[in-house]
């Protein structure tokens, strides 16, 4: 199974790490395409682009602080878009926001974050593919 993940942040080099945590999922049976967001307000129309052609996002993985929309903003609209979809909510003052963030079905993550949080936090939702 092939899973769609939409990480948004607004700054490129976490995009880009997170990409590079998701890819080290291959070698565990994990088909993952990313979708890339820079502020709360893109993301919002990744995931209502893609639950209007139905091919809904599996898992989003937000920053809290960005330009436009907050990524708590992106957590409680985006679950009303695509209720199936999944929130990982990370930011380097989670602890401000993690009740809330629980409170609307996402995890929190505080940043920096390290690998293995990062992956076990997207194990939670995703299951690798059989047969890999």
Request: charged share 25%.
């Amino acid at each position: 199974m092939k899973y769609k993940v939409l990480i948004a942040d607004d700054e490129q080099v976490l995009i880009s790490l997170a990409t590079a945590y998701l890819g080290l999922l291959k070698s565990e049976g994990y088909d993952i395409q990313t979708l890339e967001a820079k502020d709360g307000v893109e993301a919002l129309r990744i995931i209502s682009e893609q639950a209007r052609l139905g091919q809904g996002l599996d898992l989003v993985v937000s920053d809290v602080n960005m330009p436009g929309k907050t990524g708590i903003d992106v957590l409680v609209q985006g679950k009303q878009i695509s209720p199936n979809t999944s929130f990982v909510i990370w930011s380097a003052r989670i602890r401000d926001y993690a009740d809330e963030v629980k409170q609307h079905g996402g995890i929190p993550l505080e940043k920096p974050v390290q690998i293995e949080t990062f992956l076990q936090a997207v194990r939670t939702y995703l299951k690798p593919s059989s047969g890999a």
